[in-house]
């Protein structure tokens, strides 16, 4: 006898429908209060974002620009022990407390990414994606000029068989 189960022929988890607007606008509501709230009660964002900075001063924190799932823009910043987000104006308050305190070398390198995260965050769209226009396109008119000329090749080849 082995050791090995056999796998169902049917999946045992199967995969639900789509949500409808309403529903994802409900759940996006109850996923951004969950991420909004702090880990702990009563603890301010800025300063708490601000100590954990000054505590880990040899590492370089990782700060991107990132939307929730109602389409808020949030400014997370990762580092060792602390992963945390921040709004657009909390993140440019940590900027201006770490220039004014200048507490560690390289406060004021993460006091500008901070600012630059922060306006980058507020530029994008609601939607995500790119801050403007696909300067390289996105290949719609090279693949109907193929089609065209993959028709007039087609219709090409017709008429001389007819003829």
Do not use: K
Not at 144 to 161: G, K, N, Q
Request: hydrophobic residues 45%.
């Amino acid at each position: 006898m082995t050791n090995v189960l056999p796998f169902p022929s049917h999946p045992t988890n199967r995969v639900r429908q789509p949500l409808s607007f309403p529903a994802f606008e409900r759940l996006s509501a109850r996923v951004d209060a969950l991420t909004a709230r702090s880990s702990r009660a009563g603890v301010d964002r800025v300063a708490d974002c601000v100590l954990a900075l000054e505590a880990a001063c040899w590492t370089d924190p990782c700060i991107l620009a990132q939307r929730g799932m109602g389409g808020a823009p949030h400014v997370a910043v990762v580092m060792p022990g602390y992963d945390r987000c921040l709004s657009p104006a909390d993140a440019r308050t940590v900027a201006e407390t770490l220039r004014a305190d200048n507490a560690f070398a390289g406060a004021l390198c993460v006091a500008l990414r901070l600012d630059q995260v922060a306006d980058e965050a507020e530029r994008r769209s609601p939607h995500g994606g790119p801050l403007g226009p696909n300067p390289h396109g996105t290949g719609r008119r090279f693949l109907v000029l193929a089609a065209v000329i993959a028709a007039a090749t087609a219709l090409a080849a017709l008429i001389d068989r007819l003829i």
